[in-house]
């Protein structure tokens, strides 16, 4: 290949400050897109399992509106079709202080809540119906046997799916460069810019993805072990 | 853990069992030859240069040059007819394009730099521009003097962003990845300017909507030389290259060229200056 790599523009110039400032930018968009994800999903995933209709069908379409579009109209969505509806003097504060970071968090969280409220459903919808009545004939009301028994079953049931839904959503945060959130992808470019060293600053890119993924997900099981509920699950991680 | 390291050795191996398969690549000529094709990495979206027209054809000035230029020269040396075929490519893709070997040529609005000049190389300078601003009519901003504290759109990946960045610092740049993106954010307010080279912006105010609403204001802050990147180390490649523009150049078929897109009633009118007609026939070496 007539290619000639040259690693060097990883850790010369400003490239190792480049991709930190893109490290840290990815991570604070995905844990508050993650919460926002999280609280979203909870609440819809738990509304549309009760027995409300109204409630049920407001969840449904949430859902199903969200995890429909794809993430990339979401994020435009918020950055350019959001703001003129408020009124110019909400505007200009936005426009001076980053709207481009809070429009990428409703985006990647607004629209990750949706695949976490199926996945919420999908565990409440695996305990058994009993333990509902059995707690409510024990004095609870629904929203307290849905806060107390309901949801902490389920939750410890969904930690491989939710997971995998909170990788999907670190790596999803780079859609975000898109509307000009300097992430760490956006980084891995802006080296290229300067060096003109794709392949370089691709791998570099690439590699930090892979730790990061790889160690939330190394947490996540060990977050999995701590909380599993002995006895609940057929066939449960072995101990080693 | 241990099979997760032997996971990464067997990625490790096979990365570098792929490597000497891609050194014994054959040159770009003989390339060309074989499947009588030359593929080009061009614009969707810069007019003049290289976008899709309301008739929904793919054209522009550095497509021109390729088809009436650099197609005949390497027909003439190759001895046999060839095609060109145009595939999209972008400031982040145009380098990892021309490496990976999907596209031979990248004609459309690059600028040859040093630092990309050890990646790839270019051919002779086909145009001359260099950067602005495009403001709203009766905006405060006259140039990059006054542009501190302003919020800057511009093209990632394009040198614009990098110059701004260093002659700037306290400007706030906000970088999108493509034209109609940045300029979007221009019209809504998020920006307050929209930095590009000059003639590119002259091309996006006389394709907008409402062309009078905009204004194109400050000296150039950069010198923003076009040219034509190829794989780097194919000197027989880029000698016909060069050959079809020079050819092109002294024969004033670059000229007429020049005059479909940038004339009086071409697609955007910008006449060359003396100075840069000069400079493209004093790059033409003798034959």
Not at chain 1, 43 to 64: C, D, H, K, M, N
Not at chain 2, 20 to 36: C, F, H, N, V, Y
Not at chain 2, 240 to 259: D, R
């Amino acid at each position: 290949m007539n290619y000639k790599f040259n690693w060097s523009v990883l850790w010369t110039g400003e490239s190792g400050q480049w991709l930190l400032s893109g490290l840290i930018t990815t991570l604070e968009l995905s844990v508050a897109a993650w919460l926002l994800a999280v609280a979203l999903g909870i609440i819809s995933g738990a509304l549309r399992t009760v027995r409300v209709w109204p409630l049920r069908a407001a969840a449904t379409f949430y859902v199903e509106f969200f995890r429909n579009v794809p993430l990339l109209v979401w994020m435009f969505f918020w950055y350019f079709a959001v703001p003129p509806l408020l009124p110019q003097g909400i505007q200009d504060f936005l426009f001076a202080h980053g709207l481009e970071f809070w429009a990428a968090v409703c985006a990647l969280g607004v629209y990750s809540g949706a695949r976490f409220s199926e996945v919420l459903r999908s565990g409440i919808q695996s305990i058994p119906k009993t333990q509902l009545e059995a707690s409510v004939a024990s004095g609870l009301t629904t929203f307290q046997a849905y806060r107390y028994v309901i949801l902490p079953v389920a939750l410890r049931i969904i930690i491989p799916p939710g997971t995998n839904e909170s990788l999907n959503l670190l790596k999803n945060s780079s859609v975000a460069l898109t509307i000009s959130v300097a992430e760490l992808t956006f980084q891995t470019r802006q080296i290229e810019t300067y060096t003109a060293k794709a392949i370089e600053a691709l791998t570099a890119g690439t590699l930090i993805y892979l730790v990061l993924c790889v160690s939330i997900a190394t947490l996540m099981s060990w977050v999995e072990r701590r909380t599993a509920i002995p006895g609940l699950i057929v066939g449960g991680r072995q101990r080693r | 853990m241990r099979r997760l390291m032997g996971f990464v050795m067997a990625l490790a191996l096979l990365v570098a069992g792929m490597s000497p398969a891609l050194a014994q690549q054959k040159s770009t000529l003989d390339k060309i030859s074989e499947t009588g094709t030359l593929t080009i990495g061009t614009r969707t979206g810069s007019p003049p240069f290289g976008y899709v027209n309301s008739k929904n054809e793919w054209v522009g000035f550095s497509i021109d040059l390729v088809e009436e230029l650099i197609k005949p020269a390497l027909e003439k040396k190759l001895g046999k007819p060839i095609k060109v075929e145009k595939k999209e490519s972008t400031p982040p893709t145009r380098i990892p394009l021309l490496s990976s070997s999907a596209v031979d040529l990248i004609a459309e609005t690059m600028t040859d730099t040093r630092a990309r000049r050890e990646s790839v190389d270019f051919s002779l300078t086909f145009f001359v521009t260099g950067a602005q601003f495009l403001v709203k009519k009766g905006s405060p901003i006259k140039g990059i003097k006054n542009i501190d504290g302003k919020r800057i759109a511009a093209q990632q990946g394009s040198t614009n962003a990098r110059i701004i960045r260093e002659k700037a610092p306290k400007a706030v740049l906000r970088e999108f990845p493509d034209q109609p993106a940045a300029f979007q954010a221009l019209v809504q307010g998020q920006a307050d300017a929209y930095t590009n080279d000059g003639i590119q912006l002259a091309g996006l105010k006389a394709k907008s909507p409402n062309p009078a609403q905009w204004d194109i204001v400050g000296d150039f802050f950069s010198y923003e030389p076009y040219g034509m990147a190829m794989r780097k180390g194919e000197s027989d490649f880029r000698a016909v290259v060069n050959a079809g523009l020079m050819e092109g150049i002294e024969s004033g078929k670059f000229f007429e060229i020049y005059e479909k897109w940038f004339g009086p009633s071409g697609e955007l009118p910008y006449p060359m200056s003396p100075q840069v007609r000069s400079f493209m026939l004093l790059q033409v070496v003798p034959k």
